[in-house]
């Protein structure tokens, strides 16, 4: 199981296991709508009259318990979610530094991160931006409401044409449009894509940004992860709560998304704690269909008899069959039995040997 | 190795002879058969032919890592995925189209007949306008004809259908063309194989523009 490989990483960087409940009150959800990224919950009345619902998140519920301090906590729990019209229990496995964040706890999360996907595939992919860079960008494009909700949705598209089009009907200047196409044709490994950036960074505020995210790569190439990290501003989470980083995962023959974090300082101080927060989550649900290693055989070993055998000489032979370490599946020749795949079907005979059978 | 959605039809031979002409051929592709997918080692590049409406998802789900798709399909069904380059073909209008004397009562609910309701009900809705969306999947421009409707959503080409039963284009909700679009994944695993068939493509593109 994943979990149970990345868990001894996670505690290995002194991360706590955060744990939880099945429930939590529906406030807290119906408070942060849109932290979520679909509004769909489960909810039920407790007994006493209140209404509580099924963790759909566990990021909410670890910054409504955090009392200020700093804390570095992963965790394995189940959510309840809508996925593709229905709801589902989805495993997720996460992890939350909360506190003072500061450029080395910043790099721990994004180093977490790759080291996560490294542990199940070593051609991971993880992909860097900063949406307070491109924030600027587009403040300074003094774009504002629809106008900026288009130009983000044709970025996160990479959508070329779009924001051609969109200079040609004379809603983006030309030197923004150029802007925005070199944005979006932004992708290299992170050091060499921060140099690109600058080019396009006209005010004191995004370079600044650049000079944050420039020392995070610093710290990140002494991770050894220099060469593995790329940026790609085309990024988007759900902006209004993510404030810096933001990262997302990628592993081969997985055609979504597999992990995705970033820093989002304004879920704390929505709810009135003074501390920043960055932090992943791993999408398992989806991992798994892709991850499951197919089993060409459900048995090693398929040991028929008939009614005439001896049950217990039968069983005996098993037993030392699968103290060899290998499984046997006993079942009466000829019985109508659900298909079933096995490397070796054989008809038990009395006085058999396990190295008779096996060979 | 790629793999390429094309559409079926006289949008996706086009789409697939600009490739051939940008470096991507696979001769096996036109020889008369049964066959679903073609490939090219040599060329690293595997194509198959859906249905249209099916390219995104093909590519959305990364059974494909790029195809070519209408801008009307990527309007409706706003798959998640990179939409690179704007081919230039396959141009058309998407209309709202109806009697050539259509008056609208604003005492009644327009009732729309369409292959495309999620574009139809964000036009209207842009316009805060209520409306009865009637889907269809087909002979859209019998709706109006028979009375099923009032007006029709659907994309026009030279607008001949429209005239011989007396209907009209009424007004232009967004042009439609044939867009390159890639697997959000496969662009950041295939990043250099599909660039260089994007920046292909776009070369030929201009070549073509220079010549007309």
């Known amino acids: 199981m994943l979990e149970e490989r990345l868990n001894p990483l996670y505690e290995s960087y002194g991360y706590r296991r955060f744990r939880m409940s099945k429930f939590e009150d529906y406030d807290l959800y119906a408070q942060n709508k849109d932290f979520l990224r679909r509004g769909n919950i489960i909810t039920f009345t407790d ?295 096995c490397r070796k079907t054989v008809r038990y005979t009395r006085g058999c040997s396990p190295e008779e059978v096996l060979s | 190795m790629i793999n390429v959605a094309l559409p079926k039809g006289r949008l996706g031979e086009k789409a697939y002879e600009t490739l051939a002409a940008a470096g991507f051929d696979c001769p096996a592709i036109l020889e008369k058969n049964r066959k679903l997918t073609f490939e090219n080692p040599e060329k690293g590049v595997r194509y198959f032919w859906v249905k249209p409406s099916d390219v995104s998802i093909y590519v959305e789900r990364g059974a494909a890592d790029v195809g070519i798709a209408g801008k009307d399909i990527l309007l409706e069904y706003s798959p998640d995925v990179y939409e690179l380059l704007d081919l230039g073909m396959g141009r058309c209008r998407m209309c709202v189209a109806g009697p050539e004397d259509f008056y609208q009562d604003p005492n009644k609910t327009l009732r729309v007949a369409t292959k495309f309701p999620h574009i139809a009900t964000r036009y209207y809705d842009s316009r805060s306008q209520d409306i009865d969306i009637i889907k269809l999947n087909g002979s859209i421009e019998l709706a109006p004809i028979l009375g099923l409707s009032d007006v029709i959503v659907d994309i026009v080409e030279t607008g001949k259908t429209l005239l011989e039963n007396h209907l009209a284009p009424l007004e232009t909700i967004v042009d439609i063309s044939a867009r390159f679009i890639s697997n959000k994944v496969s662009y950041k695993f295939k990043h250099q194989e599909i660039l260089a068939m994007r920046d292909a493509l776009e070369r030929n593109l201009t070549k073509k523009e220079a010549a007309e």
């Open chain 1, 47 to 341: 007994v006493d009259g209140s209404l509580k619902a099924l963790k759909p998140d566990i990021t909410l519920s670890i910054i409504k318990n955090n009392t200020g301090d700093t804390e570095k906590v992963y965790y394995n729990e189940n959510v309840y979610r809508e996925m593709g019209g229905t709801f589902r229990e989805i495993l997720q496995i996460g992890v939350e530094s909360v506190g003072a964040i500061d450029p080395y706890a910043q790099a721990e999360v994004i180093a977490l991160a790759a080291r996560t996907l490294e542990t199940i595939s070593p051609d991971y992919v993880l992909d860097l931006s900063d949406v307070s860079f491109v924030g600027c960008l587009l403040d300074g494009m003094a774009l504002e409401g629809a106008r900026r909700e288009e130009v983000l949705s044709l970025l996160a598209q990479k959508n070329a044409p779009g924001i051609q089009t969109m200079a040609r009907e004379g809603r983006l200047t030309a030197e923004a449009s150029a802007a925005l196409l070199e944005l979006m044709e932004l992708y290299a490994p992170l050091r060499e894509g921060i140099a690109q950036a600058e080019a396009l960074a006209r005010d004191e505020a995004s370079r600044q940004a650049l000079r944050q995210l420039s020392r995070t790569a610093d710290i990140l190439a002494a991770f050894g992860l220099e060469d593995r990290i790329r940026l790609d501003f085309s990024l988007m989470n759900s902006l209004d709560y993510y404030n810096g980083v933001i990262f997302q995962g990628f592993l081969p023959n997985v055609p979504v998304l597999a992990l995705s974090g970033g820093r989002y300082d304004p879920l704390p101080r929505k709810m009135g704690k003074d501390v920043g927060a960055i932090g992943f989550a791993l999408y398992t649900g989806r991992l798994e269909e892709s991850l499951r290693q197919e089993r060409q055989y459900d048995v090693d070993l398929l040991l028929t008899y008939g009614p005439e055998d001896n049950p217990a000489e039968l069983a005996a032979l098993a037993s030392r069959v699968r103290a060899k370490g290998y499984s046997v599946r006993c079942q009466e020749e000829g019985a109508l039995a659900a298909p079933i795949r």
